[in-house]
């Protein structure tokens, strides 16, 4: 019989305040790129250069009051027989906060999994996806290729 130490098993305690950060700067990073998330268009489209010819597709799935959640969905023109990554975003606009909902079907996840766990999900997987959702905003707007107006590109 394994005896397990209960520090060994809650080892990792949640940042609440990098949790929060991350979503603060999601959703500016959000709202620099897509001004105009809220108005009258619901979907918008851009070329990532690559040598695969990457485009990426954000759609407006619900506009409510005080959110706004989008999926964010990128393809490659030569990997048809590849599942598409899809991300969905809900934007908080009253606390200006935006966070990843749903990741390919996965949704509802926990601050923090014991790890290894059946899903193989990191300890810190909903900060983990966000800090993933911000590095891909920021490389998007490193590039800055869009349509005229829907990018404002880092200096």
């Keep these: 019989m394994v005896a397990f130490n209960r520090s060994e098993l809650c080892d990792y305690i949640v940042n609440l305040k990098r949790h929060h950060s991350q ?16 108005q009258s268009a619901e979907r918008w489209s851009f070329e990532l250069p690559s040598e695969r010819s990457v485009s ?20 490659s023109a030569q990997s048809d027989y590849v599942t598409r990554p899809r991300m969905l975003i809900r934007l908080y606009h009253d606390v200006e906060m935006a ?26 997987e909903k ?26 590109p880092l200096p």
């Excluded at 999601?26 to 105009?36: G, K, T």
Aim: charged share 20%; hydrophobic share 35%; glycine share 4%.
């Design 23 to 38: 979503c603060e700067l999601n959703y500016h990073l959000c709202m620099s790129l897509i001004p105009d998330c809220r």
């Design 99 to 124: 966070e990843v909902v749903a990741w390919d079907n996965h949704r509802h996840w926990h601050p923090v999994y014991s790890y290894p766990n059946r899903k193989m999900y990191q300890r810190d």
């Design 127 to 152: 900060l983990a996806l966000n800090r993933f959702l911000g590095e891909w905003l920021v490389h998007c707007r490193k590039l800055g290729i869009s349509p005229e107006g829907f990018v404002n």
């Design 56 to 75: 990426v597709l954000v759609s407006r799935v619900d506009l409510a009051p005080y959110t706004t959640t989008l999926e964010i969905t990128q393809s």
